[in-house]
């Protein structure tokens, strides 16, 4: 099993940065792919970005690109997401995920932590 707990969130004005992170436990995340996650009240989950085990991989979300920057250390068993020049649009729950069957499918998820974009 792996725990996930993200931290760093927060409320941010419009054209802010923000860096979240995500502390994973149980398990060294050093063969899992990674990746971060947003959901507003009364929508679906959105895909934000995922990162290969070795970091060497990234993608992003097209609402993001530019913007924001995943990356990991496996040594501290942590994954970052960088966000920068943030909108209000970007205001949600933000969820960090571990699995090991590709890109877009998870088996671990964290609580989530809420960030607010005032604009």
Not at 44 to 54: D, L, N
Not at 84 to 101: F, H, I
Request: with cysteine.
């Amino acid at each position: 099993q792996v725990q996930l707990v993200e931290s760093g969130g927060g409320l941010v004005q419009a054209g802010g940065s923000l860096r979240i992170s995500c502390a994973a436990s149980g398990r060294t995340i050093g063969t899992y792919f990674m990746g971060w996650f947003r959901q507003v009240p009364g929508k679906e989950r959105e895909f934000v970005s995922v990162i290969s085990w070795g970091g060497a991989t990234t993608r992003y979300a097209d609402s993001v690109k530019g913007r924001f920057t995943i990356s990991r250390d496996n040594a501290k068993n942590t994954m970052y997401l960088q966000m920068n020049s943030l909108k209000p649009e970007d205001t949600a729950v933000y969820y960090c995920a571990a699995g090991k069957r590709g890109y877009y499918e998870y088996d671990y998820w964290g609580q989530g932590t809420q960030v607010t974009v005032s604009s």
